[in-house]
């Protein structure tokens, strides 16, 4: 999602995937730094080789990668609002206002 030799990438042709998809994983890899990313990579590389029989329990690697990457992983900076609660979403049963009966 930058240039590689002066050709700009365009991961929508390049990656085979929506603009959508590219605007999403374009916002999700700025609060990411390095360090985290790279860490969590690694991670998931060795829950993968786990897996396929690198370890002689692998049973809880792919808990143990999900905990790594969870703790790598930036907070947000401020506040996420759920879609139910954007203005003019729809609402789910949960965040429905109890009626007052009377």
Do not use: N, Y
Not at 21 to 30: G, I, N
């Amino acid at each position: 999602m930058g240039a590689a030799r002066g050709r700009r990438l365009d991961p929508t042709r390049d990656l085979g995937i929506s603009p959508w998809q590219a605007d999403r994983a374009r916002r999700e890899l700025q609060r990411w730094t390095a360090d985290s990313l790279a860490q969590a990579i690694e991670a998931v590389a060795t829950a993968d080789a786990e897996i396929k029989g690198a370890s002689r329990a692998p049973q809880f690697a792919l808990e143990r990668a999900v905990r790594t990457v969870a703790q790598a992983r930036p907070a947000l900076v401020g506040k996420r609002r759920r879609a139910c609660h954007r203005r003019g979403a729809p609402r789910h049963r949960a965040c429905e206002k109890p009626r007052r009966t009377v």
